[in-house]
């Protein structure tokens, strides 16, 4: 059973400065990695999938990398609007408990 | 354009039963699998139950197998969850999602499309 771990738990950024999340697989999904944004009171949205590919309407400030085991949400220049809890998501286990990392919050500095 | 809208939540009882639906739009229901995922009060994503695009294959998380039970009606754009002997800990806000790949539901894939949620609430 593959587990995602998710770091930092919260990370604390001002407006304008450049964030870097990290999810980590307890074994290779290869690419198959996905992350989400949710912002209170709203469902999660699918940003990126298949580690680097922006989902539709998904600006290009955010970007993501990596395969294997370690892979990166990079949002380049912060807006408010980008203040929410990221969720990662891999689609390599199978049935598909624990699919979904515990997520991180990116709250306002 | 896509809509998901759930309903059906509520509060019940402890051992008592309670059905979602899932209305589906904007895109060919009968063409994607749907999953619902749940997320309690305060906490992350959880993973409940996938239906193929033709309904023929169903999944659940080891969590409510044998409680709950997933169904669609094609014909109808509608997804169901029926939820039997309900306990304090499926207390959640319950999610249809959307498969992203075309004819899927035999393997997981990602969620590109979210309903709003329906609040389940299993108190005393």
């Known amino acids: 059973e593959i587990v995602l771990t998710q770091s930092p738990a919260t990370l604390s950024l001002s407006p304008g400065e450049r964030a870097t999340l990290s999810c980590r697989a307890s074994?290779?999904?290869?690419?198959?990695l996905a992350w989400y944004q949710q912002k209170p009171g709203q469902a999660p949205r699918l940003l990126i999938y298949?580690?680097?590919n922006r989902a539709t309407g998904i600006p290009a400030r955010f970007s993501g990398s990596g395969s294997g085991t370690d892979f990166t949400l990079t949002i380049s220049s912060l807006e408010p609007g980008d203040f929410a809890v990221y969720y990662c998501q891999q689609r390599s286990n199978w049935p598909p408990e624990n699919t979904f990392g515990q997520g991180t919050r990116l709250e306002i500095k | 354009q896509v809509q998901l809208v759930e309903s059906g939540g509520g509060v019940v009882q402890p051992g008592r039963s309670l059905r979602l639906s899932c209305a589906a739009s904007?895109?060919?229901?009968?063409?994607?699998?749907i999953h619902w995922v749940r997320q309690a009060p305060g906490k992350g994503l959880e993973w409940v139950a996938l239906i193929s695009y033709d309904g023929s294959n169903k999944y659940y998380a080891d969590s409510v197998k044998g409680r709950f039970t997933i169904s669609r009606d094609n014909s109808e754009n509608t997804l169901y969850l029926q939820m039997n002997s309900l306990r304090a800990e499926d207390t959640a806000v319950y999610y249809c999602?959307?498969?992203?790949?075309?004819?899927?539901?035999?393997?997981?894939?990602?969620?590109?499309?979210w309903g709003q949620g329906t609040l389940v609430t299993v108190s005393s």
């Open positions: 298949d580690a680097s």
């Open positions: 904007g895109f060919t229901f009968s063409s994607y699998a």
């Open positions: 999602t959307k498969d992203q790949r075309l004819y899927g539901g035999d393997s997981l894939y990602y969620f590109d499309y």
């Open positions: 074994q290779s999904v290869n690419y198959y």
